[in-house]
Every structure is written in structure tokens, then in C-alpha cells.
């Protein structure tokens, strides 16, 4: 079945204590996005990757880090996350370019205490 | 900065209403996508409009595109139980995707 798999889905963290949300998807995409869902803000995107090595800063890239190893996987990394990085994470994965309809996981929540 | 901008905020409808919500970006957009997300899920894509003045139907769903690529319209008639849920649209400049603000639509039976 095609699929974005994130992990984990909800998490519970104190500020300063690094950690990692995993993405992962089986499609071969090559375009792939973290986005974060606020109330009220909708869908804001923060890192994206076009491809294997390639990672552009998205509209709210502050405070995370994204790498892209292997075309399949997309960590979001958040090295000292703070309360206000509390928020619904979605991954998501499209074909081609970037201009392409986007897959989405089924989120992390992530509250920081 | 890139924005789209999505109106009304929240819908209620009686269930066989019509329902129409409004996407305007401030820039040239190449397309525009549609998602829909139901409550507790993750957005699903809908359709994608690419072309100046583009108007396309699923079943009771009407979405169309402007004549500048700046702004787009769904319009969805009859409104059921089943069309819960918050209606967004992408605006795809380039290789960034700039989500609106998304309309939470419900359905009174």
C-alpha cells in the first residue's frame, strides 16, 4: 500500500531535549515536505527536498533541521525545541518537481513542555 | 512574502445547502491544489487546477481557477453529513507550497 509513515505519532517533551520525528515513504517520490498545522494558520510548510541531498528552507524553517540521505526518508529534527514549536507535524511526498499533488502522513503531535 | 488568503473561516450549512469557499494569493500561482481534511485526519488531496480559467466538477464539487492564476473557488452543492470537515487550498508558486488558512465546513442534518 502507498504510503507516508510518520513516527511517532504524538510525543511529549520538555524544551532543550533534542529530538527527531522520522518520515518515511514508499512511493519513490522524489519531493518531499514537513509542514506544520497551527489553529487558525492552516498548513505551513518548513523544509522541503526536491531529491536525494537537496533541502530548501520552506516559509518556517526556524528551530528545525531536515537532512536527505536516502530518497525514501525525511527526518525533522529539532535540536533544542522550545514550547512554541508545539504544534501538528504532517510529512508528506509527491512525484516530480515540486508542483505535484502531496501525500500526506497521518501526523505527529508534538506538545513541549 | 508569498500569502494566500482563504475565506470564510468557518461555514454551517443545513445539510442540501450550498456551500462555496474563496482562495486569493498575492502572487502568480502555476496551480492550485485542493485538500480536504476531516477531523482528526490528515488533508487528501482533491484536485489540481492549472490552467487560466480552469473549472472543473467531481460529482457535487465545482472548483475553478482565474483568469490572472491568482485566485480559485469550491463550490459544492447540496451540501451532505459526509462533506465535514476544513477545505484548503495550495497555491504552488514554484516548488513551494503556500497552504491558505482553510475553511471548516459543517453539516447540521
Known amino acids: 500500500e502507498a504510503q507516508v509513515t510518520q513516527n511517532p505519532r504524538y510525543l511529549i517533551t520538555v524544551t532543550g531535549k533534542k529530538l527527531t520525528v522520522t518520515c518515511s515513504q514508499n512511493?519513490?517520490?522524489?519531493?518531499m515536505s514537513w509542514y506544520r498545522q497551527d489553529p487558525g494558520l492552516g498548513l505551513r510548510q518548513i523544509y522541503y527536498?526536491?531529491?536525494?541531498?537537496?533541502?530548501d528552507k520552506g516559509d518556517v524553517p526556524e528551530g528545525y533541521k531536515v537532512s536527505r540521505k536516502e530518497k525514501r526518508n525525511f527526518p525533522l529534527i529539532l535540536e533544542s525545541p522550545s514550547p512554541n514549536q508545539t504544534s501538528l507535524y504532517f510529512c508528506?511526498?509527491?512525484?516530480?518537481?515540486?508542483?505535484?499533488?502531496?501525500?500526506f502522513g497521518d501526523g505527529t503531535r508534538l506538545s513541549i513542555l | 512574502g508569498q500569502q494566500v488568503m482563504q475565506i470564510p473561516q468557518y461555514q454551517h450549512v443545513q445539510e442540501g445547502e450550498d456551500f462555496t469557499t474563496y482562495c486569493n494569493s498575492s502572487?502568480?500561482?502555476?496551480?492550485i491544489q485542493w485538500y480536504k481534511q476531516r477531523p482528526g485526519g490528515h488533508p487528501v488531496f482533491l484536485i489540481q487546477?492549472?490552467?487560466?480559467?480552469e473549472v472543473k466538477k467531481q460529482k457535487r464539487l465545482t472548483f475553478q481557477f482565474g483568469e490572472a492564476k491568482k485566485n480559485s473557488s469550491l463550490h459544492i452543492t447540496a451540501t451532505q453529513t459526509t462533506d465535514v470537515g476544513t477545505y484548503f487550498c495550495?497555491?504552488?508558486?514554484?516548488?513551494?507550497?503556500?497552504f491558505g488558512t482553510g475553511t471548516s465546513l459543517t453539516v447540521i442534518p
Open positions: 508528506a511526498s509527491s512525484s516530480g518537481e515540486g508542483d505535484q499533488p502531496q501525500h
Open positions: 487546477l492549472v490552467k487560466s480559467g
Open positions: 495550495a497555491g504552488v508558486p514554484g516548488n513551494q507550497f503556500y
Open positions: 502572487t502568480t500561482l502555476s496551480n
Open positions: 527536498s526536491m531529491n536525494v541531498e537537496v533541502t
Open positions: 512511493m519513490n517520490h522524489e519531493y
